[in-house]
């Protein structure tokens, strides 16, 4: 029999700790963001990650961000990478990534992410 998606209101600030408990299957789903956080990184030598807030809150999508600084000015600019299906961890098409109420406030840089799938690994063992 298939599982109902239960209805959770996602907070317009969530990360991926935050709605960790909700998730289908937390471990997979963290460690295929590590993926592409760390796929983003070697490509621009950062990376952090925003969940979506629209939509099933057990596999939520999510944009793969980077950060950039001006050498001269020092000003941080924060770039798209790609957003990707929670539940295929497929890349969404470009439209997704432009709509920013699609997207939580706040973000999970890469080391952030690293360590909660630390711990939810050990929980798990």
Do not use: F
Not at 30 to 44: G, S, T, Y
Not at 58 to 67: D, S, T
Not at 100 to 114: F, G, K, L, Q, Y
């Amino acid at each position: 029999m298939a599982r109902r998606a239960v209805l959770v209101k996602t907070p317009a600030d969530a990360t991926i700790a935050d709605v960790v408990e909700n998730l289908d299957h937390p471990i997979e789903y963290v460690r295929r963001i590590l993926e592409k956080l760390e796929r983003c990184r070697r490509a621009h030598g950062d990376a952090q990650v925003r969940i979506g807030v629209l939509g099933r809150a057990e596999c939520p999508n999510y944009l793969i961000e980077y950060i950039t600084e001006d050498p001269k000015s020092g000003q941080q600019s924060v770039h798209p990478d790609a957003a990707y299906s929670g539940s295929t961890h497929r890349e969404l098409a470009p439209r997704h990534v432009e709509e920013a109420r699609n997207w939580s406030s706040e973000e999970m840089n890469i080391t952030a992410v690293s360590a909660l799938i630390g711990r939810l690994r050990s929980r798990a063992s």
